[in-house]
Every structure is written in structure tokens, then in C-alpha cells.
């Protein structure tokens, strides 16, 4: 298969899962954001990196939304939001930082492959991308994508295009948010 092929074929799987989770999932995610005073996002390994990804857009959009784990990350009670991905449908942090944020009064979105499993059974909030992780990628049918990573690029595409609705809903403008964007580079 050529890289063309491969790149038409990763592609399409994304596109794939979009178009199973638009726009419900679109829709399920964009009240509690919005509704949110504090923001907290994790997750792990590749799944951590888009959500820093996504962290970074909403603060662009003028968010107080923060990385769990980084120092200036402030606690989190009544009114604010964790957003945890679980792609597999648990991990052992994502489940000890929920039963925190529980503890303290905040609400929980889990965004995750598998709606039954045990982190997004706790959740407030569960965005459901239907792709396939690392967790479920040796037997059956198979992405062209490498261990599991359908899963994290259909969670950026997908966290970009909740950013454009939460920017379009708010009314902010492009360069508002351009403005926040660091000049330490």
C-alpha cells in the first residue's frame, strides 16, 4: 500500500468516527463546558497529549482551563469540570482523580471508545468516540493506524471541531483568540 493509500485509508477512519459521533457527542460535551467556572484535563499517554490539546484551545477560547498535574493547576469544587479521556474505559488515575473531583463537588466529563467501562460509569458527562484503542487493537478488524491511535486522531479533529462550536456559541472572534496564544515560542 502506498503512504497515499494509507493516508486515504487513516482518513476515512477518522472520518468514520466522526460521522458516528456528530453531532450528538458534539452536542452532549458543549453545555457542561460552557458551563463550567474551572476546567481541569487529563489523561494518559497519547490520549494525555490531545487532551493538553484541547486544554490549550479552550484556554485560547478565554477558558480557565488548566492540565492536571502542571503546578498552577488550582482545585477544583462546586461549578468546575474535570474532563478525563479513558479511551479503554478505565485507568487507575483517571478513576482516583474522579472519585477527587467527586469528593470536592465538581462534575465529571469522561470522553472514552468505551461507554460501559468503569471511568465513564462514573462520569457526570460521557462523550462516546467509537474508535478503536490500543486496547482493542489485535484481534478483529484493524486500523491502519498504529497501536490504538484511531482513537487520539479522531479526539483531535473532534476537540477541534468542539472548539469552533463553543467559539461560534460564544461569539468570539478568531483573532480574540489568536491574542491569547503565547509569544514565548
Known amino acids: 500500500m502506498t503512504p497515499r493509500d494509507q493516508a486515504t485509508k ?3 477512519e477518522v ?7 456528530l453531532p450528538d457527542q458534539l452536542d452532549a460535551a458543549l453545555p457542561p463546558l460552557q458551563a463550567a467556572e474551572r476546567i481541569a484535563l487529563y489523561g494518559v499517554g497519547r490520549e494525555g497529549l490531545m487532551m493538553k490539546a484541547l486544554a490549550m484551545r479552550l484556554y485560547h477560547l478565554g ?5 492536571v498535574g502542571d503546578m498552577t493547576t488550582p482545585p477544583l469544587g462546586a461549578g468546575d469540570l474535570l474532563v478525563v479521556s479513558a479511551g479503554p474505559g478505565t485507568f487507575a488515575t483517571v478513576i482516583a482523580l474522579m472519585e477527587t473531583t467527586r469528593a470536592a463537588g465538581a ?7 468505551e461507554p460501559g467501562g468503569a471511568a465513564p460509569k462514573m462520569a457526570d458527562h460521557i462523550i462516546h468516540l467509537p474508535a478503536q484503542t490500543m486496547a482493542n487493537d489485535q484481534n478483529g478488524a484493524m486500523s ?29 472572534d478568531p483573532d480574540a483568540m489568536r491574542h491569547r ?3 514565548l515560542e
Open 107 to 113: 462534575s465529571t466529563m469522561c470522553i472514552t471508545a
Open 15 to 21: 472520518g468514520a468516527v466522526l460521522d458516528a459521533a
Open 10 to 12: 487513516a482518513l476515512a
Open 181 to 183: 496564544h503565547t509569544n
Open 63 to 67: 477558558l480557565d482551563a488548566h492540565v
Open 144 to 172: 491502519i493506524l498504529p497501536m490504538g491511535s484511531l482513537y487520539e486522531a479522531a479526539q483531535f479533529m473532534f476537540f477541534e471541531l468542539l472548539i469552533l462550536a463553543l467559539r461560534d456559541r460564544a461569539g468570539i
